[in-house]
């Protein structure tokens, strides 16, 4: 029996400025004897703390609650079209032959790390050919698409296995 295993790794960089996530505050004081709106500070930079990257790890990624549920599930496809940002599926998904969109056996996220490792391996009930991309979504079916990413063609037959593992780092 053969195995395939496609490691992705994207950042959230890939789609953001760069440096990773930006926060920003902006202070104003209302002075009521002037009857009057002061600016103290406008725009000045915050910091994204560990406990805060955390809890972000979590929520988009890890969380298996209902109403907060992460990204953790994983589609593969045989479509070869090129990733873009205003995807909202994941086109020509494939759901049988053992290789249907999965909750990931795998979510793994260290506090106080940067990053987050959402896996899944399936084996394969039947051929595939050309399995060249994946996504992560937040629900079973339909849902959220978060991340898309191609990877080097693989061709499977029953029994081979497709190991997908996702590398995600915030800020």
């Known amino acids: 029996m053969s195995s395939i295993s496609i490691t992705k790794s994207r950042t959230v960089t890939d789609n953001v400025s760069p440096g990773g996530i930006h926060g920003y505050v902006t202070v104003r004081v209302y002075r009521h004897l002037e ?6 500070d406008e725009y000045h930079p915050n910091l994204l703390t560990t406990d805060g990257r955390d809890f972000y ?3 988009v990624l890890t969380n ?6 992460g990204s953790g599930f994983i589609a593969v496809t045989t479509d070869a079209g090129a990733p873009a940002a205003g995807d909202t599926v994941l086109t ?5 032959g053992g290789l249907a969109r ?4 795998t979510k793994t996220h260290t506090d ?3 990053s987050t490792t959402i896996e899944h391996e399936w084996t394969a009930s039947g051929t595939h050919t050309a399995v060249v991309k994946c996504g992560l979504f937040n629900a079973a079916s339909v849902g959220i698409l ?5 990877f080097t063609s693989a061709s499977l037959i029953s029994g081979d296995k497709l190991k997908v593992t996702y590398v995600i780092n915030i800020g």
């Open 102 to 105: 999965a909750d990931a056996t």
């Open 57 to 59: 790890h979590a929520q």
């Open 35 to 40: 009857d009057r709106w002061e600016t103290i």
């Open 112 to 114: 106080n790390t940067n």
């Open 64 to 69: 298996t609650a209902a109403g907060t549920r």
């Open 146 to 150: 978060t991340h898309e990413g191609t």
């Open 92 to 96: 020509g998904e494939i759901s049988t």
